[in-house]
């Protein structure tokens, strides 16, 4: 039951463009999302993240656009940079109650910036 | 910048061993998490802790698993009986409970176990 999905396994943007990875998600209990990057043998990096009350979230570079009727949200990385290249992935969290929710996640895109 | 550290970076064991998983979240922080993620698939949740006692738990986290916060700065991941199917790269998480970011869970750079 993939309840975030990233349709996407992978996305080549060249250097200077703006990438722009994609995500869905079913269950409508959700109300924070969190986008994470993450190299090969390392942990997930915190990116940027937005609360279902808002619609848009602005972090430098990065830009995270979230359809609540669609049940969608992407992330936008203006200029892409060779750095830029790893696995992205999109999470989610329902409230529980007790503040300890766990993320559900999708299974990532990796995008790749080309120079 | 603090940091969430976990060791050891790689752990083999046979099958049938017990492990533990070590995690130092950081040191603010009070929620803590295990994920998991097999090779190839996506990271899963296994169990949260608040205020020293699971908080939540999938459907992974059975009889065999459990987590321990033996001091104040340590949270343990034990594997009693460890199955081939355990071989994963394993995350601990921790979150603060305020400010701007309140909901983001900051992760460690994973142990990956290879049962034999």
């Known amino acids: 039951d993939q309840q975030v999905k990233q349709n996407s396994p992978s996305l080549s943007v060249q250097e200077g463009r703006i990438s722009i990875l994609n995500c869905d998600y079913t269950n409508s209990m959700f109300d924070y999302f969190l986008w994470y990057k993450k190299y090969p043998a390392e942990g997930p990096t915190f990116l940027i993240s937005?609360?279902?009350?808002?619609d848009k979230n602005e972090d430098g570079r990065f830009t995270v656009f979230l359809n609540k009727s669609a049940k969608h949200l992407s992330l936008h990385i203006v200029p892409s940079q060779p750095g830029d290249s790893a696995v992205y992935f999109c999470a989610a969290s329902a409230p529980t109650g007790g503040g300890a929710d766990g993320l559900t996640f999708g299974k990532g895109t990796h995008l790749i910036i080309q120079p | 910048e603090p940091e969430v550290t976990q060791t050891p970076s790689h752990q083999v064991t046979q099958m049938g061993q017990e492990v533990i998983l070590r995690c130092v979240p950081i040191s603010n922080h009070l929620y803590f998490y295990w994920y998991r993620q097999i090779l190839g698939q996506k990271v899963e949740f296994l169990v949260s802790f608040y205020n020293n006692e699971i908080s939540e738990k999938s459907e992974i986290f059975d009889d065999q698993f459990s987590v321990e916060r033996p001091d104040g700065s340590n949270f343990t991941l034990k594997i009693r009986s460890t199955k081939l199917e355990d071989s994963a790269m394993y995350f601990c998480?921790?979150?603060?409970?305020?400010?701007?970011?309140?909901?983001?869970?900051?992760f460690g750079p994973g142990t990956r176990l290879l049962v034999l």
């Open positions: 998480a921790s979150k603060w409970t305020s400010g701007r970011d309140w909901e983001t869970q900051y």
């Open positions: 937005i609360s279902s009350i808002k």
